[in-house]
Every structure is written in C-alpha cells, then in structure tokens.
C-alpha cells in the first residue's frame, strides 16, 4: 500500500508551475568536467553539469567562424576549378556565383528566419513529416550533414598539411608523413574544443581578417600581372575557342561543368547551425528574435557577396596565369593555385607567410564544422532519445568526433581529392533539402511566386547533386555509410533507452493539483489507469467498480482517474502538461503523451515528489502476446503498460520505500 514520506520537494506546490525532472549529481571529478555544460536546444540547464549558454557576438565576428570553412575554401577551389574545366573554368565560376546569390543565398536567408533557433533546415523538413517518417528524415539528412561537417574537418586538415609539405622551406621528414602530420592537426583542434571554445570565435576573427587580407594582396598582384602581359588574354581566348568552337557551347560546357565546382557552395548551412551565436537586440522576442534574425541575414550576405568577388577573381588570374599541366595530380598547383601565385609574383618569403596562413585556416576551417555538428546532434538524437544523454555536452561529442576524423584520415590516407567528392555530396544534399523545405513553406503560407522561384531553384540543386553524384558516386557510397551508422547508433540508444523517465517537466494544472493534494491530505493516493473507449458514464463506472472489486481498493478510499491521450510516438522527449477534469463524477487527470508508460511513471513520481506520499497505481493486465505487445510499445508507445510503467519506476527510483506501487488485476 502507499505511504507518507517524509520531505516533499517543494512544501507549497504552484499550480501550473513546470517541475523539471533533473537527476541527481553522481560520479567523479572526470565526468563531472567531461559533462561540463550540458545545454538543450531551450538553453535551458540539463541536470547536475548543465550550464548557462555562452555569450553571444556580433553578425560579423560569427561571420569570420563560419568563415573558416566558407572562405578556406579558396586554398582549393581555383585549382578545382581549373581542373574540372579547364579553359572554361571562369564561366563556369560565373555559374557558381549566379546560384550563390540567386539560390543559396535566398534560400538560407529565409532558412534563417523560419529555424532562428539553430536546427537550420533540417528542423523545417522535421516540421512538415510528423511521426517515424519525420523521424528516419531527420535521420538521413543529419547523415549527409555528418558527411559535411566530417569530411569538411578532415579534408582541410588533410589539405593543410598538403600547403605545408609543399612550401619550399619546409623540413624535408614532412615529405611522406602527410598522414601523421594530419592527425596533430586534428588532435590540435579537438584540443581547443576540450579547453572549452570560448576564445574560437575571437581566433576565427584574426584568421579570417588575415588571410582575406593576404588574399587581396595576391588576387590584385595577379590581375596587374595579367593587364601587363595582354597576351595573356589572347592566348587563353584564343585557346578556348580553339577547344570548344563558339560562344554557345561554351556556355553549354560552364553549364555543364558547374556541379564539379560546388565546394564553392560550403559554409550556407554552418551560417543557420550557429545563429545562436549572433547577438541580438535586448527586446528581441525569444519566439522570433528579429535582432538576431537581421544579423543572420547580414551575415550570410556579406559571406556570399566576399566569397564570389574572389571566387571570379581567383578563377580568371589562375587560369590565365598558371598553366594546365600545373593543376594536374602532382603539379606544383594541384589543390594550391592562390599559393602557386603568391610563391610566383610575390616571392618565397611572401609566399611563406600566405602558407602558414592558409595552414592555419585550413586547420580552423574544422573548427566551424565541428560546431555545426555540436550544435545539430544534440538538437536531435538526445530528444528523438537515439543518442545517450551524455551526447548533449560538448566534450564527449567532441572526443566521439575527434575519433572519428582520425579514422576517416586514416582510411583516405589525408587524401584530399579522395574525400572530395564525399564532400560535395553532402553540402548539396544539405542545400538541396533547404531549397525543398523552403518550397514547401513558402507553398504552405501561400506564396505562389515565392513557390514556383524556389522550386525552380531546388530542380536546378537536384540537378546538381545528381549530377556530382554521377561524376563522384564515392561520395554517395561515404554519406550512405554515415546514415547506417547513425541508423544502428540511433535504433540501439532508443531500445536501451526505452525504460528511461522520458519526461523533462511535468506540468499540473490547478484542478489536477487540487485533485492530488485532496488525497495526499488523506494520506493515500490511489490512481486508476484508464484508457477511454466510447466515453459514457456506464464505461467510468465499470472500470471503477472492476478497479475496487480485482484490486481490493476499500469502498470509501477516494480514486483519481488517469488517462493518456495519444500524441506522436516516435517522440522521446516531452514537456507534460497534466489537466483536471470532472467527468460523469470521477475525477480524471488527463495528459497527451506518445509514450504511455513511460508518462505514467514521471507523473507518479511527481505526484510523490510534490506531495510527500507515495501514490499507488491501479492497471489491467493487457490482452494479447507479451513479446508482440512489447514491439508495439517500441514502435506506438503502448502495449504492456502495465509492466513497463513498473520497469521504469524500478529504474528511475532504486529504493523500494519511495517507489510508486503498481498493482495489476
């Protein structure tokens, strides 16, 4: 039977109030500074580590994190470039540019104004495919992001150990050690996260300020070098119509050529995943921060309008300037054009210092990416209860991360082209997804012409993704592998986890309050699991005599229906919100909830924790086979109720004396 305990949790209970479910601090000094900070997507505190989120910057200092990844990525583009298309590599940049502003960048600024929280476009998508469905989405599309983010962490690690071996002053025992070299720089970045990243976005500021400066320096030196040799664009004229004929299919080619060119296109989602980061102003509303969102919109903008002024530039002085053969595996400009000139125009010394900083912004470019995945999982695998709870703090993630980058290096022997087609896999499939998601928002609110101007922007992203994955299948084959991965982490954390108080707050209305302390005053309450069927007077009173007579509940203790209102499944996590009723003369306590048994015991346990006494719970064995009963809780959240509340309740609390009672009849 149930019984008085003696401290309540809190003496005077506030109706309406949220009570948070936090566990208790345990374990040692590593885990505690291991767990440091564990935020949830509310910024709200998670449990004894929880700490309060880090103060936010300007749009232009979050601009130079994000920065990192987008702007480094002109230590390798122009080669790319070059490669895929040869003589007409500045017309298929032009392409680039044009979908860089008149795509991406009307895409993401809307991405930012609909998911300002953080979640970036995947959360839109997650909006509009409710249930399992929505779910396994999210799911593959955090496996192309982990492809992204991951592969953008190893390839620019990968990539500035390649500037460094090839800078004429480097010691000879670099040559041969790209692998090793790679893994210190990883080991380095992983580093910084551990210490705690406070100061990322103060050293992003200083990288990114530096070497766009250099980059001026070197693009402006090119051009003056191009006008004072003319010839230089005659000969590349000449030569392109030589190759390909006429203007017509030339730009047929640029068409053609374009999706080769799509790391160009990389940094878009890493701007939405760290909004968060953007200061906003002091009157911002938290359901729609316009401060926050302005400066979002600022941020990308700027990024895009600097990256395509050097994309053009960088593409035109290279190919004019550099020839052919010197971009090919193994040349002296293979993965290195911009570097190729500083050495060539600017001189060993100048072309040193335009190394070590674009070594070092290689470096930090994961830094950006590994922010993107530290902001994205714990967003969703915790919640979707696929991921441990440990998987909301930084430093475990970073650790997992970290690992896996080594593997990936490893595996790829810090190959850059190797990875490269994974790479652009994963960055279109992620701007991809956001042209859909907003697509369907702009056709859900009933915007016709925004409709039909995204939708024709997502075909030609299809389009593009498509055809890279034709030209680089390896790429699809490396994110496929990154799905099944999160796939069998996610099914097997959500099985272990399935006996877990699901609930982060339990919520009582003033009538439901009022109903518990009436019979906590008693001394005793007693619950009545019920699951309404045709709603009618006769359907409470017979479950209620049923309850008294197999249960042997006395005539006159007082009872307290419970009902769960079916919700969403394939949710884990929930704020539960519990409401008193009146109906035909029994009082009901009615919650919506996807996980039956799991509400239930958090309920139970906050009636106890509010109250000081013990509640009993009063169920009915469930029909059917007890193994098909359990795959359906797995799947539907109910079946064995009944046993599964009493298994969760053995788990949440150990000792038997405060464990709410089940009986079963």
Not at 82 to 89: E, H, I, N
Not at 356 to 384: D, E, K, Q
Not at 458 to 471: G, L, M, R, S
Not at 505 to 525: K, Q
């Amino acid at each position: 039977m149930s019984s008085t305990i003696p401290s309540p949790k809190e003496p005077v209970p506030i109706p309406g109030q949220a009570h948070p479910l936090a566990a208790a601090p345990h374990g040692g000094r590593f885990k505690h500074w291991l767990l440091r900070g564990m935020v949830d997507e509310r910024g709200t505190q998670q449990g004894p580590h929880g700490q309060n989120p880090e103060r936010t910057h300007s749009w232009w200092q979050v601009m130079c994190l994000t920065g990192v990844d987008y702007f480094s990525t002109l230590g390798y583009q122009p080669a790319i470039a070059a490669l895929a298309a040869g003589l007409v590599s500045p017309f298929a940049t032009l392409v680039l540019v044009a979908l860089t502003l008149l795509g991406a960048l009307p895409v993401y600024r809307r991405v930012a104004r609909e998911s300002f929280r953080g979640s970036g476009s995947i959360a839109m998508l997650e909006r509009f495919l409710p249930w399992w469905a929505g779910k396994l989405f999210v799911l593959v599309l955090l496996g192309f992001a982990a492809t992204d983010f991951m592969i953008t962490i190893t390839l620019s690690a990968a990539d500035a150990t390649a500037h460094a071996i090839e800078n004429p002053f480097a010691p000879s025992w670099f040559h041969g050690n790209n692998v090793i070299i790679t893994l210190v720089l990883l080991a380095l970045l992983g580093a910084v996260f551990l210490k705690g990243f406070r100061e990322a976005i103060g050293i992003a500021v200083v990288l990114v300020g530096v070497y766009l400066a250099l980059n001026v320096v070197v693009v402006t030196t090119s051009i003056i070098e191009v006008f004072q040799h003319p010839t230089a664009v005659t000969d590349w004229w000449d030569a392109l119509f030589v190759s390909h004929g006429n203007p017509l299919l030339i730009v047929g080619v640029a068409l053609l050529v374009f999706p080769k060119l799509a790391l160009g296109l990389s940094g878009f989602e890493t701007g939405v995943a760290v909004m968060p980061q953007i200061k906003g102003k002091p009157d911002d509303d938290p359901n729609y921060p316009t401060g926050r969102i302005r400066g979002a919109g600022r941020l990308l903008t700027t990024a895009a309008l600097i990256m395509s002024a050097f994309l053009i530039t960088s593409s035109f002085t290279t190919t004019l300037l550099i020839p052919q053969k010197d971009f090919q595996a193994g040349g002296p400009a293979n993965g290195r054009a911009l570097a190729y000139l500083a050495h060539e125009y600017l001189g060993n010394a100048f072309g040193t210092v335009y190394d070590i900083s674009t070594i070092l912004i290689l470096w930090f470019a994961g830094a950006s990416a590994m922010a993107g995945l530290l902001n994205l999982v714990p967003r969703y695998l915790p919640r979707y209860g696929m991921a441990p709870q440990w998987a909301r703090a930084v430093r475990p993630l970073v650790l997992v991360f970290t690992a896996i980058a080594f593997l990936i290096t490893v595996i790829f022997d810090a190959n850059v082209d190797a990875q490269g087609g994974a790479y652009a896999t994963g960055v279109l499939v992620l701007i991809t997804s956001a042209s859909l998601a907003v697509s369907l928002s702009a056709w859900r609110k009933k915007q016709p012409k925004r409709t039909v101007v995204f939708a024709i922007i997502t075909a030609i992203f299809v389009y593009t993704t498509i055809d890279n994955i034709i030209e680089r299948p390896d790429g699809l084959r490396i994110a496929t592998l990154f799905i099944i991965g999160i796939l069998i982490v996610s099914i097997v954390s959500r099985i272990g986890r399935s006996f877990q108080v699901r609930a982060t707050s339990v919520t009582f209305d003033v009538s439901a309050l009022d109903f518990i302390l009436e019979d906590a005053e008693e001394g005793e309450i007693r619950i009545i699991s019920h699951e309404p069927d045709v709603d009618t007077t006769k359907e409470y009173e017979e479950k209620n005599k049923d309850e008294r007579r197999f249960s042997h509940i006395p005539q006159r203790s007082r009872t307290i229906f419970l009902e769960v209102m079916k919700s969403d499944s394939s949710d884990f996590e929930e704020d539960l919100v519990v409401h008193g009723v009146v109906k035909y003369g029994y009082r009901v306590l009615r919650v919506k909830s996807g996980n039956v048994p799991n509400t239930i015991a958090a309920i139970l346990l906050e009636m106890r924790d509010i109250t000081g006494v013990v509640p009993t719970i009063y169920f009915e064995w469930t029909e059917g086979n007890p193994i098909s009963n359990m795959f359906r809780y797995l799947i539907t959240g109910v079946g064995e109720v009944a046993p599964v509340t009493r298994e969760v309740l053995r788990e949440a609390e150990k000792d038997v004396k405060r464990r709410p009672a089940v009986h079963v009849a």
